[in-house]
């Protein structure tokens, strides 16, 4: 028996490494992503996120190569105090530490007979020096500001706080609330995509549940092709589409409206949203509808009093996959509403500049973006679990 | 509280016939059992009078209406579903009182109604559960509830009781009988169990591939069946038949089953003089072939050699598994008998009680 059980954990090791490996390579990545969007501008420059776990000894090349002159605390030549973070501010970076390192100093080489330190040792080095110069040597840092400068939309060098405290910010930042608003931030991004999302969200759902009855329980002629028909749509690709339907929203004036990007969601949403209701509602048992018909219902009431919330799961499920495409949709928000109303999708790939610098602001705005989908899922996600139908007929 | 009645109905589905040529007239407060084998079309003649198939031609008449092109809600019928077909996301009460509210009953009517009938039925604990919380029996009653609480003036079965285990449904089919009786209106009740049949209705119409074969009283059925088809149907174990010829036989009128002969008594033989010489099949129920030995007084019999086959033991009697030639009949016997598998024996013929089937017609000989 003893040995049974060996064997049953033994058979079950492939499964559960299967499983832990796929979840780290899911988990790792994004777990990086959000302590990177919450580290400084500077130490997502210079250092990976996860030194944060394990803070990086890179006290060793200051040792090997500047202590015997600067010596342990880098106080020993009072006129290169490096433990002065004025001075150490004048190198922020290995490039700049190295061109100093080149110059002679007095007339004689700066490293004497040293070798110069590689440009990953001199990168340690800066590092080294920023972080004792500021006294925090050895300790990760975090913030919120790269939240703060993703929302409201701030481009420039440091951050809003200090723009703002220091009276430098860009001429379309007020420094208050209404900063939220900024059309270049996520809090507006965020509100466009609400805009666009919900609408584009409820309208196929509700054109679908209205087919997906229709063809289930109405029985009128060509159902089966029509529905062939709608189902066979799924195949034209969304993209084939873009530029007569641009065409057609120039003539009509709905480029760059949200009625335009709604329309184009619900289209595209339709086919698959009616082939999954049809399925679902037909399975219903056909009992039911006609109980009701005997109870007195109407198509109407039958269809808001019975398949509405017995349909529930399927529109959860419908909802969420509704909600999710439309949300994380770029394309087409692109092309219909450009940067005139821009989403978070659009906001986010602006975020990176051509020089890829930015990158700490992307980390955030990819998260900022991501809250909303997990509250949706997570608020309607019991409804796959459960079983609407038990108790309905015989079971 | 109506009369029902169909008048020359024909239901097709494309070529299929399903409802042959139906005509049953049933009276007011009248319990009418439609019985017959799986997909004879009972379900669907039960389902052209609730309005869910449209007819293909006919008509049928609730109350002297026409009801053809009257939509179901507006027939003042209700109907028990085999499922129940329960709402599930309502509670009790709630699915009780669905048909009320959408017909605008008043709040303290609808109240009324619905404790009325779950008082009736025992359910009146159970009224804010959901379906799924109940029980196969208590959906049942729920889905009987149901009906009861609209006061219709049909009331429509589809085989409301083949979902529950035994037990239950001998306790149910008491409790509909008990139902008819207190509310003293029309009830039409399909089944495919001709036990159901003989036990709770007031006649009981017999289909056989949509077309009504008799309909009578269950006594009348059972001891008069009008062609072969319903002889075999009702009663259980199924009714003994076997082929064979009317013969002349020194003046007396004998049944020629090949394996056997057996005269026919005079006093009974005057329907089957006309049909001398011609083939026939001869039936006979279970219950009335006797072991040798425990023969009921004053009847006729005539004996017939056999062989024991299997023996079923019941308790209050014996079912033996009989041979006699080509021929494998069942016999009821009186739990004394000794009879043994594989034993020669004789066992006795009620003649006072057979049935006679032209063997072309399949109608019986009367």
């Not at chain 2, 409790?175 to 049949?197: C, G, M, P």
């Not at chain 2, 056997?260 to 003089?273: D, L, M, S, T």
């Amino acid at each position: 028996m003893n040995r049974d059980r060996v064997n049953r954990i033994l058979a079950r090791i492939p499964t559960h490494l299967i499983v832990i490996g796929t979840i780290l390579i899911w988990v790792i990545p994004t777990l990086g992503l959000l302590i990177t969007s919450f580290r400084p501008v500077q130490d997502v420059n210079t250092s990976g996120w996860w030194t944060v776990v394990a803070p990086q000894n890179v006290s060793g090349p200051y040792v090997q190569y500047c202590a015997s002159c600067h010596g342990a605390d880098g106080k020993a030549i009072p006129e290169a105090d490096l433990s002065d973070p004025n001075l150490i501010a004048r190198y922020p970076r290995s490039l700049q530490l190295m061109a100093i390192l080149r110059q002679d100093i007095n007339g004689k080489p700066h490293m004497g007979d040293v070798p110069l330190p590689t440009s990953q040792e001199a990168a340690d080095i800066a590092a080294y020096l920023r972080n004792y110069s500021s006294g925090q040597a050895g300790t990760a840092r975090f913030t919120t500001s790269n939240y703060v400068d993703a929302l409201v939309g701030y481009r420039g060098r440091a951050s809003y706080f200090q723009d703002c405290r220091e009276g430098t910010q860009a001429l379309d930042l007020k420094c208050n609330a209404s900063d939220l608003l900024n059309p270049r931030g996520m809090g507006r991004a965020f509100l466009n995509s609400l805009l666009v999302t919900i609408p584009a969200t409820v309208l196929p759902i509700l054109f679908a549940a209205f087919a997906g009855y229709a063809f289930a329980w109405l029985h009128f002629k060509g159902r089966f092709l029509l529905f062939a028909i709608l189902v066979g749509l799924q195949v034209v690709p969304l993209q084939m589409t873009l530029v007569p339907i641009s065409r057609i929203y120039a003539q009509l004036g709905l480029n760059g409206t949200f009625l335009g990007v709604w329309l184009f969601h619900t289209g595209f949403g339709l086919p698959y949203a009616i082939y999954l209701m049809r399925n679902f509602l037909g399975s219903l048992p056909s009992d039911l509808f006609e109980a009701a018909y005997l109870d007195g219902a109407s198509h109407w009431t039958a269809f808001r009093r019975l398949v509405i919330p017995l349909a529930m799961p399927a529109i959860a499920s419908l909802g969420i996959f509704q909600f999710l495409w439309v949300w994380n949709d770029l394309l087409v928000a692109l092309v219909f509403l450009g940067g005139t109303t821009p989403v978070m999708t659009y906001q986010i790939s602006n975020m990176v500049t051509s020089l890829g610098a930015g990158w700490h602001l992307l980390t955030a705005a990819a998260f900022l973006s991501m809250l909303l989908p997990m509250v949706v899922f997570f608020s309607l996600q019991r409804y796959f679990v459960r079983g609407m139908m038990a108790g309905a007929v015989k079971g | 509280m109506a009369s029902v009645t169909y008048e020359n109905v024909y239901k097709r589905f494309g070529d299929m016939v399903a409802v042959d040529n139906l005509n049953i007239h049933v009276d007011d407060k009248e319990f009418l059992v439609l019985v017959g084998p799986s997909g004879c079309g009972k379900t669907t003649a039960l389902r052209l009078l609730a309005g869910l198939e449209e007819i293909s031609s006919g008509a049928i008449k609730i109350a002297d209406r026409v009801v053809n092109d009257v939509a179901p809600k507006d027939r003042d019928i209700a109907m028990v579903f085999q499922s129940y077909a329960l709402y599930p996301h309502l509670s009790i009460y709630d699915n009780m009182a669905f048909g009320l509210k959408l017909r605008k009953t008043p709040k303290e009517e609808i109240k009324r109604r619905v404790t009325e009938a779950a008082e009736v039925l025992g359910i009146q604990d159970l009224l804010t559960r959901k379906p799924r919380q109940l029980s196969g029996g208590q959906r049942q009653r729920v889905a009987v509830g149901r009906a009861i609480v609209r006061e219709p003036k049909v009331f429509l079965f589809d085989e409301p009781l083949s979902n529950l285990d035994a037990k239950l449904r001998v306790q149910m089919r008491a409790e509909i009988s008990k139902l008819h009786q207190r509310l003293q209106t029309t009830f039409i009740y399909v089944t495919h169990d001709q036990t159901e049949a003989m036990t709770m209705a007031t006649r009981i119409a017999v289909i056989n591939k949509g077309k009504l074969q008799q309909i009578d009283t269950p006594q009348n059925l059972y001891d008069h069946p009008g062609n072969l088809f319903v002889a075999g149907f009702i009663g259980s174990p199924a009714m003994n038949f076997f082929p064979g010829k009317l013969r002349k036989d020194n003046g007396r009128l004998v049944v020629d089953a090949g394996d056997f002969v057996v005269p026919i008594p005079e006093k009974k033989a005057g329907p089957y003089k006309a049909h001398a010489d011609k083939n026939i099949t001869f039936g006979i129920r279970p219950e009335n072939i006797h072991d040798e030995n425990f023969v009921p007084l004053n009847i006729d019999v005539e004996k017939v050699a056999v062989k024991v086959d299997v023996t079923e033991l019941m308790g209050n009697e014996i079912f033996l598994y009989l041979i006699s030639g080509k021929n494998t009949f069942v016999a009821r016997v009186d739990p004394r008998s000794s009879l043994r598998v594989g034993q020669q024996a004789h066992v006795m013929f009620d003649m006072d009680n057979f049935h006679i089937f032209d063997a072309e017609t399949e109608e019986t000989i009367r």
